[in-house]
């Protein structure tokens, strides 16, 4: 599974920016996506994920600021990012969870995309 990320820019405290994230590739079927980012000298760190069947899970710090969305038919998963904080400019990463058709029992293959740099500036 290819991950293909966009929606990154540079933009003002308060702005707001929307990525997204396709995934691609032959007889696979999606489990979750989400999003993580690194911010210079930090861990990688969870954004937001959202299951198949639309259950989402935020970091405390973005709640009620970001929202994560997935098209099931397109395998493509959506992070809505408003109010945006300096604190918020990281490299952001598509993730997502997949398997081949009826063999999910079998387990999951954990998948990356490139990432996006998002830019808050002050």
């Known amino acids: 599974v290819q991950l293909q990320a966009s929606g990154g820019g540079l933009v003002q405290a308060g702005g707001s920016l929307r990525l997204s994230c396709s995934a691609s590739?032959?007889?696979?079927?999606?489990?979750?996506m989400g999003w993580y980012r690194q911010a210079p000298g930090k861990q990688r760190e969870l954004v937001a994920t959202?299951?198949?069947?639309?259950?989402?899970n935020y970091a405390d710090s973005v709640k009620g600021r970001f929202t994560i969305s997935i098209d099931n038919a397109k395998n493509t998963v959506y992070l809505s990012m408003n109010s945006l904080k300096p604190d918020d400019t990281a490299v952001y990463y598509c993730n997502a969870h997949s398997c081949l058709p009826y063999q999910c029992y079998k387990g999951l293959s954990n998948n990356w995309g490139q990432g996006t740099q998002v830019t808050v500036s002050s």
């Open positions: 590739g032959s007889a696979f079927l999606i489990n979750d």
């Open positions: 959202v299951t198949n069947s639309g259950t989402t």
